[in-house]
């Protein structure tokens, strides 16, 4: 397979390479591959969670009170983490 690169595009991979990070460019396209894969089959699962969700039907209607909870619950689990750390 050939690739053709930019200018600037193949100027940093040879700076990936000589910064020691890389072994070869090969190494560093594959790298840049599998990220493109990883952020591809990420972009996959949330359209089809997206999906499910407007399949599920109407959520019906929130009063205040339940708003004020879920957030007061969500408050209070983010305090217990910070307080953890």
Not at 9 to 37: D, I, P, W
Not at 65 to 78: H, P, S, T, W
């Amino acid at each position: 397979m050939n690739v053709e690169l930019t200018a600037d595009q193949e100027a940093f991979v040879e700076k990936a390479v000589a910064s020691g990070r890389f072994a070869s460019a090969s190494a560093v396209l594959t790298e840049a591959v599998a990220l493109l894969a990883e952020r591809l089959d990420k972009h996959e699962r949330l359209k089809r969670d997206i999906e499910i969700g407007l399949e599920s039907g109407d959520g019906g209607e929130l009063d205040e009170n339940a708003i004020a909870d879920i957030k007061a619950r969500g408050r209070a689990r983010l305090a217990a983490k910070l307080a953890a750390e």
